[in-house]
């Protein structure tokens, strides 16, 4: 039993950080029909940028966190308008998709002039301590992400139901030319929606940094998983993503345990790919009306 | 207006051109030893006999990539070497210029490489493999090329077994290596239940399959082997769970940094303390970034450490030099003491080899002399009579090894052999 | 200087052929000419065109971006390693069978991706390009894992053992047969579908193109092609390792057929060039893969045609112009256009009737028992304000949406399609209300594809040039002018079909609607945006087609025009018939004025 609970625990940690960084997809997707497709290396600076603050400014760690989330927020501001304004014209534009792809590389490979190659980790306020439940262990700064990404996520709801930005942000999800009409511009809906975006992805690195060793190479294969969990989900419905993320961390764990390691891997993209067959738009995607060519 | 934005685009356009024209300008000028030497096709190499011209020696090196941190160490160790050599005037009077080029840990840019070393730069002789899967493209095209090369690092048995006349080995061959773990282990923790835990790249590997067929050949087999993927991975709960549920009380431990503490992380959590034995990977400061305290009493096989008091003379020298250089000491040992050595015993061959100016001549000469006559060199890692031999083109054996520990946060050489 | 170009012109067919003989011979002679060191990149330029060909087609033809080709490359490699490593076999008969599992794989991701589209589709193929490098990493016995497969043996013929001369040579020869197979195929009816259906997949279909036929000829192509490709490296490598075969290797293959220009014939090369070259030259220690990022994202940037295309565009408008200058080639006016229509129907007297329509869209019920008949040869008109259920109907009528209630049939039998293009087949055509010309096409090509549905040739033959594929091609070409004259177009046929005026476009569109030969035409608002005189022609057009014992069911809002040309008038208001019958009576009837204007205009009026 005690094994089951942490395995679960240990899912759930990892499944968190896999739920923040793809919401980051989705929050812009469903806004003008974009993403960053170097959200990873974006979590990876916030990562990076904290343990760069708290190890090397001395700087304390809220005082890091906030900064190192406000500069990420503030580089996909600048990704936005650069890589992708350009390119969103149509439902077939697809060379955002690549122009952000292009900044990911460009993003890393300065990382790695400015940082050098380490890898480092923040040390936790809550120490390094272990938890220990009916004998599962964990420790605090990681059980700690759990309510923090749950805090990070409640904002984030309250933010889109009561304030106008989030008002206008569902609006324009909902109907673009609509709010052009309004006299609202939608371009600058879409870069509040980067901001955010961006926001997740630095407060998701600066909290992976607490507990696992961040180096400048991580964004990549982090912006994969996340992918999948889009892909699993349908980009398009957050609440599904951050359902994804979640049910993705525990059912590695799970499958590593209980299956194979080795094989691990390959599980979960059958899984996933079993799950592209059935449904192309994913799981929990919200379909509009089918036209049959 | 259209005209304007299609004349706007053509200017950017040739800014851009120009761009990576004065940057590929700027490139050709930052290697270290541009021969100059383009003239194409295999004609032989014109005389380089004059005294004035550098030595060339291709360094085969990984500046970026996920690994970039650690490969840096060979390349360190290296120049180390190069300096000390150039200033006791080099070898007949000819200084000794370094060919730097980065693989990327890309297997199809590592062949590039080899061929840019021979056919291009014109090197004597060149150095590398800290990348297993760029060493084993590299190896086909070095005998093609009929280019003496020094793996330093890669542990892939295959590099420089038979078959391989060209490729050298100062490195810590995955099966010698665990020939020693495994006695290591008998003999101090007096068991053989070993579990093996090890990243699924080429490093990992090749240990596991070495830990195998040496436990295989004394009718033995680990109790898991279990694998992680060293940048994905950040959860190993299931590995060590699997692990311990084996009934292992040894874990062979073959990740590179982080996702070794990872590991550690793991036990801690699952509450199970056995003893943990790896290699260059566990000595990397990575391990004891994310486990803190965990890492203390962790085992890393390695060739040298410069953590204590050098007892060698040669050690002190390049410890000495490492740290003027680069103000630290270096990250791997083994890694940065390999690639000293080798590249010192590369220097030692061209200098009893004597130099023709014909090329392919030299390149067989220098090749011929390693393998039969380089010996005796007083390095780093030990002193050898021999060095190599045909029949053993790898430089380290069970004897080379020192046996470290982490101690108080510092990687220590162990009071267990 | 003028007189010159011409002739130049003239001959640019045979100027293009020897100048790219020149070069080819140039390029074989290459091994001996240059150090294994510049060969080496030559070489692995070559297998890049050979992939990146195919994923041309995939990428500029179908519109489909593959981010996950390397693992279709892995395949290839992987396969015919294998088999040549552990089975003995040739390397002749190992490549084969490494085409043919890319092949199947590449068939497996077809599937879901084709199904998808946009960035879903892109992410669809990262997706499977992971799973592959994982198997690649994971499946010991057959990859070797994460050391790759050594030793591969070179490929051997007669006794002769290759080296990197001639493996170049190898490869220097599929890459020009590739070269000319894309070519190929660009001028045929696949190349023009998968250009349309990637332009506007509803107004291809509405030809009766495929989409899904389309897009998977594309995707085998290219799949097969890079499994080539890669069972040609590993063999001249000796060795391959799943590091190669990453996302990244996929970013670089898109990169090359961006940089080069997506759609052109020598673009992959251009690209392949200096995507190779580019690492060699640029050897500084710090920043390479920042500033390798940074021309990647400046070519997307200012030079989205890529540099063979920007440079195409620009040449192409040149030549034009001189082209023009000269005097065109008089055409012979063949006055057969009635076996244009072959299929002059024995429908009898109705053509298509309706009972009990009904069509929801969630809650909102935009057709209401829509009941009415079409006589055969007859034009019926379809009017009534906007918002009435008009286009939603010719929808119905055409296959784009199922009716929720009510029966359908053609010529008296049930009409029930399934989707747009299955109309086709069955005598059904089509214009949009807004132009869906397609844009790259030319003018006489975009007649062209309308005649993809219903001569089906074959892929084979398009790729190869057979003389029965070059036979099809003279046929369609001359029916597709004979179109043009009938609609009366005596513009430029040559000319991209983005720079026709707006008039002229719906004109074309409807000659492309009738190169399926239909017995029913549906124009949605055909005269809108259109001049006085436009709508005179367009007036004379249905009449011959009438003539011609073709059916029109017509919407249109000028109602002059409607007056003069319909015989029958259906009005409709919310989704409702009000009435049918003679344009006179409806259009004088009080429900239809109230309809339009308003119950108080009538009442004023009144």
């Given at each position: 039993m005690s094994l089951v609970l942490q395995l679960m625990i240990s899912g759930l940690a990892v499944g968190c950080l896999y739920a923040l960084i793809a919401l980051g997809y989705s929050l812009t997707y469903v806004v003008n029909g974009t993403l960053n497709m170097s959200q990873g290396q974006l979590v990876m600076l916030g990562g990076v940028i904290m343990f760069g603050f708290t190890s090397h400014a001395h700087l304390p760690f809220l005082v890091s966190f906030a900064l190192a989330a406000a500069l990420v927020a503030l580089l996909n501001l600048g990704i936005e308008r650069l890589a992708i304004r350009k390119f969103d014209r149509g439902p077939n534009a697809i060379e955002w998709v690549l122009s952000t792809i292009a900044v990911g590389i460009i993003i890393q490979d300065v990382a790695l002039y400015f940082n050098g190659p380490d890898e480092g980790v923040t040390p936790s306020p809550v120490g390094d301590g272990m938890l220990r439940i009916m004998g599962a262990g964990v420790y605090w700064k990681e059980f700690v992400f759990l309510p923090v990404v749950a805090l990070l996520l409640v904002g984030l709801i309250v933010f889109y139901k009561k304030s106008h930005w989030g008002l206008w942000l569902r609006a324009t999800a909902d109907n673009r030319t609509a709010i052009e009409i309004m006299g609202v511009s939608s371009n600058k809906i879409v870069a509040v929606a980067y901001v955010l975006s961006g926001l997740l992805a630095g407060l998701g690195g600066a909290l992976m940094s607490t507990n696992y060793a961040v180096s400048v190479d991580i964004g990549l294969a982090l912006g994969l998983k996340a992918i999948s969990v889009a892909i699993l989900a349908g980009v398009n419905n957050p609440k599904g993503i951050v359902a994804a993320g979640l049910i993705l961390g525990i059912a590695e764990v799970f499958i590593g345990q209980y299956i194979s390691t080795a094989f691990r891997e390959m599980f979960v993209y059958g899984m996933v790919i079993l799950v592209l067959y059935w449904k192309p738009a994913g799981l929990f995607n919200t379909s509009k009306t089918v036209i049959k060519v | 207006m259209m005209k304007m934005a299609k004349g706007k685009r053509w200017f950017t356009g040739l800014v851009v051109a120009a761009m990576v024209g004065v940057l590929a300008g700027c490139g050709a000028s930052d290697n270290n030893g541009e021969n100059g030497g383009t003239a194409g096709a295999n004609a032989p190499a014109a005389t380089s006999e004059a005294s004035s011209d550098p030595i060339l020696i291709g360094m085969s090196t990984e500046a970026t990539g996920d690994n970039a941190m650690n490969s840096v160490n060979l390349y360190q160790g290296v120049q180390v070497a190069v300096d000390q050599i150039n200033a006791k005037g080099g070898i007949h009077g000819r200084q000794v210029e370094l060919v730097v080029r980065d693989t990327e840990q890309n297997p199809t840019r590592g062949i590039s490489i080899i061929r840019d070393f021979s056919q291009k730069e014109k090197v004597l002789a060149a150095i590398g493999g800290f990348h297993s899967t760029v060493m084993l493209a590299q190896s086909p095209v070095i005998m093609e090329e009929k280019l003496a090369f020094m793996v330093a690092t890669s542990n892939v048995p295959a590099s420089v077994e038979s078959g391989m006349p060209w490729t050298f080995g100062v490195r810590m061959n995955a099966n010698i290596t665990a020939q020693y773990a495994l006695t290591f282990i008998e003999k101090h923790f007096q068991t053989n239940k070993i579990a093996i835990l090890h990243e699924n790249g080429g490093y990992g590997k090749g240990a596991a399959a070495a830990m195998t067929k040496v436990l295989e050949e004394k009718g033995l087999k680990p109790t898991a082997v279990e694998t992680f993927d060293?940048?994905?991975?950040?959860?190993?709960t299931a590995q060590v769970n699997r692990a311990k549920e084996s009934g292992a009380e040894v874990i062979y431990l073959f990740g590179q940094g982080a996702a070794n503490g990872y590991v550690l992380q793991a036990m801690d959590k699952l509450g199970w303390k056995v003893p943990v034995v790896g290699e260059n990977g566990t000595a990397n400061k990575g391990i004891q970034e994310v486990g803190k305290e965990l890492a203390n009493g962790v085992y890393a096989i390695q060739t040298a450490n410069f953590n204590v008091e050098q007892t060698r003379e040669p050690a002190k020298a390049f410890i000495t030099d490492f740290e003027a250089k680069f103000?630290?000491?270096?990250?791997?040992f083994a890694s940065a003491a390999q690639g000293y050595d080798g590249a010192m015993l590369l220097f030692q061959a061209i200098e009893k080899a004597g130099l023709t100016g014909d090329l392919e001549k030299d390149r067989q000469a220098i090749r011929d002399t390693l393998e039969s006559g380089v010996g005796p060199y007083s390095g780093v890692i030990r002193d050898w009579e021999q060095v190599f031999t045909a029949e053993n083109h790898d430089a380290i054996d069970v004897n080379s090894y020192l046996m470290c520990v982490w101690k108080d946060g510092k990687l220590v050489v162990s009071d267990l052999q | 200087m003028n007189s010159f170009l011409q002739l130049g012109l003239r001959y640019r067919g045979t100027a293009a052929v020897t100048s790219a003989a020149i070069i080819v011979a140039l390029l074989a002679a290459c091994p001996w000419l240059m150090d294994t060191y510049y060969l080496n990149l030559l070489f692995m330029i070559g297998t890049f065109v050979i992939t990146c060909t195919g994923m041309n087609l995939l990428i500029g033809y179908c519109g489909i971006v593959s981010i996950g080709h390397a693992g279709l490359m892995a395949t290839g490699a992987y396969v015919s390693s294998y088999l040549s490593t552990q089975a003995g076999l040739s390397f002749w008969v190992v490549a084969l069978a490494g085409m043919l599992m890319s092949l199947v794989i590449g068939s497996l991701i077809a599937i879901p991706t084709i199904k998808a589209g946009g960035v879903y589709l892109s992410m669809i193929t990262i997706a499977f390009g992971v799973v592959i490098h994982e198997v690649l990493i994971r499946w010991d016995a057959f990859t070797g894992g994460p050391l790759g497969i050594s030793g591969i043996p070179k490929p051997e013929l007669g006794g002769y053992r290759f080296d990197l001369k001639s493996m170049y040579l190898l490869v220097l020869a599929v890459s020009v047969l590739v070269l000319v197979l894309i070519r190929n195929l660009r001028r045929s009816a696949w190349g023009r579908a998968m250009i349309a259906t990637k332009e506007n997949e509803i107004a291809a279909a509405s030809l009766g193109i495929r989409k899904f036929a389309v897009q998977y000829a594309g995707f085998a192509f290219s799949a097969v092609l890079a499994g080539l490709s890669g069972a040609i490296y590993a063999h001249a490598n000796s060795f391959i390792s799943p590091d190669t075969y990453h996302f990244q290797t996929s970013v670089q293959l898109v990169l090359i057929v961006i940089l080069g220009g997506a759609g052109t014939v020598l673009g992959p090369v251009v690209g392949a060039t200096i995507l190779v070259f580019l690492p060699e030259l640029l050897q500084m220690e710090k920043l390479r893969m920042a500033l390798y990022g940074g021309i990647m994202f400046a070519v997307l940037f200012f030079l989205p045609k890529g540099i063979v295309g920007t440079a195409g565009q620009l040449l192409g408008r040149k030549i034009r112009g001189y082209a023009k200058t000269g005097p065109s080639p008089a055409r012979e006016r063949n006055s057969e256009t009635p076996q244009l229509f072959a299929h002059a129907s024995s429908s009898g007297a109705v053509m298509l009737e309706l009972n009990g329509i009904h069509k929801h869209f969630g809650g909102l019920h935009?057709?209401?028992?829509v009941s009415f008949s079409v006589a055969t040869g007859a034009v019926h008109s379809l009017v009534g304000p906007?918002?009435?259920g008009k286009t939603t109907l010719l929808n119905v009528i055409s296959g784009l949406y199922s009716a929720n209630q009510g029966t359908l049939s053609l010529r008296g039998k049930s009409l029930n399609p399934r989707s747009l293009s299955d109309v086709t087949m069955l005598g059904i055509a089509r214009t949009f209300q807004h132009s869906r010309l397609f844009k790259e096409l030319t003018v006489l090509e975009n007649v062209m594809v309308g005649m993809a549905g219903r001569r089906r040739v074959g892929f084979a033959h398009a790729l190869l040039h057979t003389p029965k594929q070059r036979r099809d091609e003279r046929v369609m070409e001359e029916r597709a002018h004979l179109l043009l004259d009938l609609i009366g177009y005596e513009g430029d046929r040559d000319m991209p079909a983005s720079q026709l005026p707006y008039g002229h476009q719906r004109m074309v569109e409807i000659a492309r609607a009738l190169a399926t030969e239909p017995d029913l035409l549906l124009l949605d608002e055909p005269a809108a945006g259109m001049t006085a005189a436009e709508i005179g022609q367009l007036e004379q057009l249905l009449r011959k087609l009438t003539a011609y014992g073709l059916t029109i069911i017509l919407i249109e809002h000028h109602m002059d025009f409607v007056q003069r040309i319909s015989d029958t008038v259906t009005v409709l208001d919310f989704g409702k018939v009000i009435g049918t019958g003679k344009p006179e009576e409806m259009l004088t009837d009080p429900r239809v004025i109230q309809a339009y204007l308003g119950a108080e205009e009538v009442a004023a009026g009144a």
């Open positions: - | 060293n940048a994905k991975d950040k959860d190993m103000g630290h000491l270096p990250t791997t | 935009a057709l209401k028992d906007n918002g009435a």
